[in-house]
C-alpha cells in the first residue's frame, strides 16, 4: 500500500512527518527534502577525505600556486638585465589571483586532514542512523553532491546531523546504523572493514 496522502506508513498506516516511521521503522517513502525536522540539527565539520575534498583543490593549490608564486620567481631571475633591474611589477600583479587561488585552495585541501587527526587523535565513537538524502548547493560534474541526514542520541537529547559526503553517490542505506567519530563539532563516518567468517 502506497502512503495515504504522503501523511501515512506505508507498512503500519500510522501517520508520518519524516523518513522513517516513528512507530514500525519502516521507510515511509517521504523524501528528506519533504519531510519535517522532528528534532534540532547540528551543522557538521566533516572530515572527508577523498578525491573531491583533497586530491582536485589540491591539484588546484598547486597549479594556481606555480603561477602564483614560483612563475614570477622564475621570469624574474631570467629577465634581469646584467645591472640586476627588479623584475617589472606588473608581472607580479599579474599573478597575484593566482596567488589567491592557490592559497584558497590549499586551506581547503588543508582543512579535512586536520580535522581527520584532531578525530583520530581525540574522537569519541557514536551511532546514527540514516533518515534520508539531501543534494547539497555544490555541483560534481553537473551532479549535486549529497548530504546524508542522520539521527544520533547526544547527551542532550536526539539530534540531526547533515553530513556532507563530498561526492555524488549514495552509499549508506536507509535506516542503516553508521559508526561515527566526534570531537566537538567535528564529525567522521568510520568505515568498518568487512570480515567474513568463512
Known amino acids: 500500500m502506497d502512503i495515504i496522502g504522503n501523511l501515512n506508513c506505508r507498512n503500519c498506516g500510522a501517520p508520518v512527518t519524516s523518513e522513517i516511521c516513528p512507530y514500525c521503522g519502516s521507510k515511509t517513502g517521504l523524501t528528506t527534502e519533504t519531510a519535517d525536522m522532528e528534532y534540532p540539527v547540528i551543522e557538521c565539520k566533516e572530515a572527508n577525505i577523498g578525491f573531491w ?14 603561477f602564483g608564486f614560483a612563475f614570477p620567481i622564475m621570469m624574474s631571475s631570467s629577465a634581469d638585465d646584467p645591472a640586476g633591474a627588479p623584475q617589472p611589477w606588473f608581472i607580479y600583479l599579474f599573478c597575484l589571483p593566482f596567488a589567491a587561488v592557490g592559497i584558497g585552495a590549499a586551506v581547503i585541501t588543508i582543512l579535512p586532514i586536520i580535522r581527520w587527526f584532531r578525530l583520530r587523535s581525540r574522537g569519541k565513537h557514536i551511532t546514527a542512523t540514516v533518515y534520508g538524502y539531501v543534494n547539497d548547493n555544490v555541483l560534481i ?6 548530504v546524508v541526514k ?31 567519530l566526534v ?6 563516518i568510520v568505515k568498518k572493514k568487512e570480515h567474513i567468517n568463512w
Do not use: C, H, S
Request: aromatic fraction near 18%; avoid cysteine.
Open 53 to 66: 575534498t583533497t586530491v582536485f583543490p589540491l591539484a588546484f593549490a598547486l597549479g594556481f600556486g606555480f
Open 141 to 146: 560534474n553537473g551532479r549535486p553532491a549529497q
Open 150 to 180: 542522520l539521527l544520533a542520541e547526544t547527551p542532550v537529547g536526539r539530534r540531526f546531523l547533515m553530513y556532507q559526503l563530498g561526492g555524488t553517490q549514495k552509499p549508506y542505506g536507509i535506516n542503516t546504523e553508521l559508526d561515527l
Open 183 to 188: 570531537y566537538k563539532d567535528y564529525f567522521m
